[in-house]
């Protein structure tokens, strides 16, 4: 298979769960499980050895799941200290083991990838702006949204190495909306380059400040403030 690139891992309609379908049943979980054991080197490498063996495993499982689920499944490794959602991998020096309990976290973390994405992209659909939206009100949901998903990525994180995610998701998020890629990279590059810093937790205030430049930017209108006709709508956003 060859190598995830950049590119690749920012394209949204590459990762986006309605245009991938994934059929899992039982039966499917036991060829997966069957397929990982047979990759387990018999003797790990450990710490003497550099973990070559256990590295080298999974690149082979990373193969086998993208060759057998698709490009979207690239992110089933991206663990939480790479700045990543998934908690059942550490990588392969702290995940491969037995054959058995390889294939079990394996499979635990392609699920999670899945889940995730999912939500991710209900999250993408309950903040869009409506297509008739006014500058205005697209201005309004374009601050809310950027606002929303960069605390959705930094939950995501348990380390704290969420900057690089927080920009991956919100360029997902601009382009299912219909822009076209390379403005959205620019116009997040815009909105967080040098503001945000992995492993420092930002605070509301500047979370808010880059969503209304975002807005801004792409609107060129600042957004509502504390206007009581979206209070329902801002409700059901935090809620969710």
């Not at 690139?5 to 379908?21: K, Q």
């Not at 047979?38 to 710490?47: D, T």
């Not at 086998?64 to 998934?86: F, K, L, M, Q």
């Not at 209304?212 to 059901?236: C, I, M, N, S």
Request: glycine share 8%; with cysteine.
């Amino acid at each position: 298979m060859p190598p995830v690139t950049y590119e690749g891992i920012r394209d949204w309609e590459e990762s986006d769960p309605a245009r991938h379908p994934f059929v899992w049943d039982e039966a499917e979980e036991e060829r997966l499980r069957s397929l990982v054991r047979e990759w387990v080197p018999p003797v790990l490498s450990g710490m003497d050895g550099w973990w070559q063996g256990e590295r080298w495993c999974e690149n082979q499982v990373d193969a086998i799941v993208r060759e057998r689920y698709g490009t979207w499944a690239w992110g089933w490794s991206w663990y939480h200290s790479s700045g990543g959602p998934i908690g059942n991998w550490t990588g392969g020096p702290g995940s491969v083991t037995t054959p058995d309990e390889t294939a079990a976290r394996v499979v635990a973390a392609l699920l999670e990838w899945r889940e995730w994405l999912e939500r991710t992209a209900r999250r993408f659909t309950e903040l869009a702006p409506p297509p008739d939206a006014s500058p205005e009100d697209r201005s309004w949901h374009l601050e809310r949204a950027c606002v929303r998903l960069v605390t959705h990525a930094m939950d995501s994180c348990a380390d704290n190495a969420w900057r690089g995610q927080t920009s991956i998701v919100l360029g997902w998020f601009l382009t299912s909306t219909g822009m076209d890629r390379a403005e959205a990279a620019r116009a997040v590059e815009h909105a967080i380059g040098g503001r945000f810093k992995s492993w420092v937790t930002p605070g509301r205030a500047l979370i808010e400040s880059v969503g209304e430049d975002l807005a801004v930017r792409l609107t060129g209108r600042a957004p509502y403030r504390d206007h009581r006709e979206w209070e329902a709508l801002e409700k059901l956003h935090d809620r969710s």
